[in-house]
């Protein structure tokens, strides 16, 4: 099983802020790496996949990147509308044997 | 615009099995994809229970495997759940989800769906 690592578990940003989210996979899962938004009572909000592509609609403050295992979500200065808590997921395989989810981040107002 | 839809019982007794639909609206499920099931406990993250092709061709997550059921009924187009021996440990919000066109990450989920195990 691949395990995801994320951290911190809680970042505290202020406002206009940049903030720099970790995932670390247990073996490589090359760049097939996502990332999720998820907001209180609300679904998962795909964000980015291929580590680096935004999914449709995603505003450009949100970049990420990595490969291999160890990636990065930045959100370059936060809107109130980005306090939530973010997860990363792999891919590594198709078809879909094994999916996994990182423990996640909760992004605060500082 | 795809819409997912789970529907199914909030409550279910420990021993017994879990059932839930997810009803697709606006994307026909012969047309492709491993749709997915996804839980997430209250409070904590989400994981990944299981997928399914149109063909029936299914994956689980091992940690689950001998519990789970996941089939497809394309006249209907909508797939479903089963969890067998449920647990308190089971008690999650249930959400089913399509996977985008060039990777196995979701982008369009249900709403979810709360179910809880309780005698």
């Known amino acids: 099983e691949i395990v995801m690592t994320q951290s911190p578990a809680t970042l505290s940003v202020s406002p206009g802020e940049r903030a720099t989210l970790s995932c670390r996979a247990s073996q490589s899962v090359s760049s097939n790496l996502a990332w999720y938004q998820q907001k209180p009572g609300q679904a998962p909000r795909l964000l980015i996949y291929?580590?680096?592509t935004r999914a449709t609609g995603i505003p450009a403050r949100f970049s990420g990147s990595g490969s291999g295992t160890e990636f990065t979500l930045t959100i370059s200065s936060l809107q109130s509308e980005d306090f939530a808590v973010y997860y990363c997921q792999q891919y590594n395989n198709w078809p879909p044997r094994e999916l996994t989810f990182g423990g996640g981040t909760k992004v605060e107002i500082k | 615009q795809v819409q997912l839809q789970e529907s199914g019982p909030g409550l279910v007794k420990p021993s017994e099995t879990l059932s839930l639909t997810c009803a697709v609206s606006?994307?026909?499920?012969?047309?492709?994809?491993?749709w997915g099931w996804i839980r997430q406990p209250p409070g904590k993250g989400l994981e990944w229970i299981g997928s399914i092709y149109h063909s029936g061709s299914t994956y689980y997550n091992p940690s689950l495997k001998s519990r789970v059921t996941i089939s497809v009924d394309t006249s209907k187009n909508q797939f479903s759940l089963k969890l067998s021996s449920v647990t308190a440990a089971d008690t999650a919000v249930y959400y089913c989800?399509?996977?985008?066109?060039?990777?196995?990450?979701?982008?369009?989920w249900g709403q979810g769906t709360l179910v809880t195990v309780s005698s």
């Open positions: 291929g580590a680096s």
């Open positions: 989800a399509r996977p985008t066109l060039w990777s196995s990450s979701f982008d369009y």
């Open positions: 606006g994307y026909s499920i012969s047309s492709g994809y491993y």
